[in-house]
C-alpha cells in the first residue's frame, strides 16, 4: 500500500452549490466525507494540498487521515471532480474507513523481467490487455499494485490474472473467469521477406477480396 498522509480540513456547516462556489472562491476544495454508518461531514480542505495529491499519482488508492478540528478521521478517496478546461479539482469524495471497511479499487499492473522472457528476446511484443485490475480488498491493505513476472513467457502465451500471486485478502472483483493481462504476439520485424519473383517467372495472381 502507498504511504499514507494526512490532510487537515474545516469543518462546512452549509452544503450545496452555492456553498461549494464559496469555499472555491477562498481557495479551498469542498469535500465530503461519508460511510462507516455515520453522518455525511461536509469539508474544505486546502487546494495546494488536494492537487498535489490528486496528481501525484495513487489518490484513489492510498488511505488518508483527515485533521477536522482535532477529530482525525481515516478515509480513502473514492471520487473526484476536475473543472474540464483547467484541470483543478472541484470536489472529493471520500468514505470513512472502519476496522472491516472493504472497498473495490483499481489498482496498476506492473510487469517485471522482460528481459527474461525468451519471445521477448526473440522479437516478440508484450501486447498489454489490462493496465489496471479491479480488486476487492481491506481498505486498510490495499495494494499498490499488481506484479507480473515474465520469466518464460514465450511467443503465443498469454498470461492470465491465475498466474498472479496475490496479497493475502485481495481478490478480482471479476471471479467467474480466468481473465487475460498480456500476451507475448509476434511482430512484424520477425517474419521474413518474401523473395521476388525469379525472372520470367509470374507471380502469383493476388486473391479477390471482397
Excluded: W
Excluded at 62 to 68: L, N, P
Excluded at 71 to 76: N, P
Excluded at 95 to 118: A, C, Q
Excluded at 186 to 204: H, L, N, Q
Amino acid at each position: 500500500m502507498s504511504d499514507t498522509y494526512e490532510l487537515k480540513a474545516d469543518a462546512r456547516e452549509q452544503v450545496g452549490k452555492g456553498s461549494a462556489r464559496a469555499v472555491r472562491r477562498e481557495g479551498k476544495v469542498p469535500a465530503v466525507i461519508y460511510g462507516d454508518k455515520q453522518p455525511p461531514l461536509a469539508i474544505a480542505l486546502s487546494y495546494k494540498e488536494v492537487y498535489y495529491k490528486i496528481h501525484g499519482g495513487g489518490f484513489l488508492t492510498t488511505v488518508a487521515t483527515i485533521d477536522v478540528g482535532g477529530q482525525k478521521i481515516q478515509v480513502l478517496p473514492k471520487d473526484y471532480q476536475l473543472d474540464p478546461v483547467k484541470d483543478t479539482p472541484m470536489h472529493v469524495d471520500f468514505l470513512r474507513i472502519g476496522k472491516d471497511t472493504e472497498v473495490n479499487v483499481e489498482v496498476p499492473v506492473h510487469f517485471v523481467n522482460e528481459d527474461k522472457s525468451p519471445g521477448i528476446k526473440r522479437g516478440g511484443v508484450l501486447n498489454i490487455v489490462r493496465h489496471e485490475v479491479e480488486f476487492h480488498c481491506p481498505a486498510n491493505a490495499i495494494p499498490e499494485f499488481i506484479t507480473v513476472d515474465l520469466t518464460g513467457a514465450d511467443i503465443g502465451d498469454s498470461i492470465h490474472i491465475s498466474s498472479v500471486k496475490l496479497p493475502a485478502g485481495v481478490r478480482p472483483v471479476i471471479h467467474e473467469r480466468d481473465f487475460t493481462l498480456a500476451t507475448i504476439a509476434g511482430s512484424a520485424a520477425m517474419r521474413p521477406e518474401t523473395d521476388a519473383p525469379a525472372e520470367g517467372v509470374a507471380a502469383p495472381a493476388a486473391a479477390a477480396t471482397e
